[in-house]
Structure formats: structure tokens, C-alpha cells
């Protein structure tokens, strides 16, 4: 299509048709009581690619948006019946961040102070109808850009390099909440520390880049078995998890069943060579005081894993 047009470039032509193939995982949301204006935009979005949902006012578009973990983007009028743009903007902000969810507000060009409105209370843009298609597509992209920049460098802040798993810092933001809320609605919540067996053994006999491969494979045995709860490499060759709604004995039988797993298959090194290795790990339900002093006890409960002998859970 823009080939035909003959103005640009080929390089130009695939940048344009990238763009298209991954705004399709993105959704967006319209949010206009004017059809013509509400169809309008819809389909100026699709042609970007993008897969677009709309809704007439903000009571709807709050229902839209609870109900798809896709929508990235919204796109609002301002007077609307209901809810107006900006209310809507506030109440999106009490839930989603402007890193996660972009908004752009819409603002006739004979109230001036409206652009000024959206932006205070939380949107990350507006624009000024009427306008036209390049700025409009201008406007959208810039947005979805920084997102996406944003997003990479989040993912950067909280992954582990090496093995994929989240990082320490990523454990502790997720894990405080995660312990106040179980605190909150009494619910159970299991601690996990676990820490693999004669490690530097493996380094020393194997070299550390089979270290590594063996980090690796193991971290993604674990992350399969836990992925329903929030796992993270804490350092080292030492993991931590936290399994909400989970009792003492329901996560130490689950940690064993992974141990055996972990134990009985090997790692296949480049070289053939297979490598059997183990883990340890203390498992505690003990909420009454802190989680970093429910983390203690799990690594307390570790030591006694390894003075033991280990290859042992205890909980
Ligand atoms: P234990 O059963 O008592 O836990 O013995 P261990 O040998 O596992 O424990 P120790 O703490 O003495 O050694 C941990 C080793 O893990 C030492 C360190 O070189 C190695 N290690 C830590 N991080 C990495 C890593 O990212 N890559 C590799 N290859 N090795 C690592
Ligand atoms: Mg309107
Ligand atoms: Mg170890
Ligand atoms: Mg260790």
C-alpha cells in the first residue's frame, strides 16, 4: 500500500509495515459519545494496526478496560454523558500508572484550558480536535514509543540477566505488597529460600560457564513448578518465592515434589556430559511480624536443610 503510493522508500515501506505487525498486540480504547467522532478514530487506529475497542462514555470505558489486560492506549473525549474525559482520567490513575497505560485527552480548540485539565490529572497527552490524520498518527505512535521504552527499561530493571528469572528488587516491591495484603484478608502465605547444593563444586569441577548453564536450567525448572506464584533469583545460586494461599505443608510438599524433579534429571552440558544437581530449601508460613523476619526463618530453616545433609525441604 505505501510502496504504491510511489512517495517512499522501501526501507521506509518496512518500517511502516514493523510497526503495523507489532501494534498488533496492542489494544486501544475510543472513548467518544459521538459516533461520527468515535468512528473516526477507531479507524485511523486500525489502519496503525492497532486493535481497537470503544466505548461512549467513561462508565463503560472503565468496564472495557478492567475486562482486557491488553488496552495500552485510550483515547478520550472530553464532554461525554456520565462521566466526562477527565473524571475518567482520575479514576484510571488510582489503578494504572502512566508507565502502563497511556492516555490521550481530547480537547475542542475553543477551551484552551482543557489540554492543561487532562495533563494535571494524569494523561500522559491530548490533542486539539479537530486534527488531522499525520499529527493524530504522530501523536499515537510518539506515545506508544515511550511506553515500550519504558517497559524494556523496567524489564531491564527487574530480570535477572543470566537466567530470566525476576530479580531481588522485583521480589521485594511485589513481595511487600503481596505480604500486606495476606496480612490484610488473612490469608496464608508461604515463604520459600532455596539454595543449591555444593554449587561451587560444579564451578570448580565443570568450569564457571557450566555453572552458569546449570543456573539457568534450573532457575526454568523452578519458574515451570512455580509459576502461578512469585519466584526470583535472590542472588548467587540462592532462589526465594512466595506462594499465596498456600499453607506450610502445602508448599513444603510442593517444593519437594520439585526437588525430586530438580534431583532426578540431569543438565546435558555442550559437551554430553550429564550433571546431576540438588537443592535445599526452609519453607515457613510465619506471618506474624515482617516478611524480611519470614524470609529469616526460611533461611534458617535452610541451614538445618544443609547441616542434614542436603537435597531436603524443611518446613
Ligand atoms: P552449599 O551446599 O552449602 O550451598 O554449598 P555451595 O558450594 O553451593 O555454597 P557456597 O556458598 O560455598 O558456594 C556458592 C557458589 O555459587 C560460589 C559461587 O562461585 C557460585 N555462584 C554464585 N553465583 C554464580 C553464577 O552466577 N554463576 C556461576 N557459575 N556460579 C555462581
Ligand atoms: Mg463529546
Ligand atoms: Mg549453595
Ligand atoms: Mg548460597
Redesign the pocket.
Known sequence: YVVKEGRYSYEYALGVVKRLVSNQSISVLVVDDSDVSRTYISELLRRQGFQVLAAQNGVEAIKLLLANDAIRLIITDYHMPKMDGVELVKNIRHKYEKSDLVIIGLSGQDQPSLSAKFIKNGANDFLNKPFNYEEFTCRVRANVESLELIQQIKEAAYRDY?TGAWNRRYFFEQGEALYRECVETRKPLAAVVL???????V?DEYG?EA??QV?SVVAQQLHQGLSRFLFARAG??EFVALLPGLDNDQAASLISRLRQMVASQPVVLPSGEELYVSF?AGVTNDLRDSLDHQLALADEYLYRA?EAG?NIVIG
Not at 539454595?195 to 563444586?201: G, N, Q, S, T, Y
Request: no cysteine.
Open positions: 543470566l539454595d543449591l547444593d555444593r554449587f561451587k563444586a564451578n564457571h555453572g552458569d543456573l548467587g545460586e535445599s544443609k542436603r
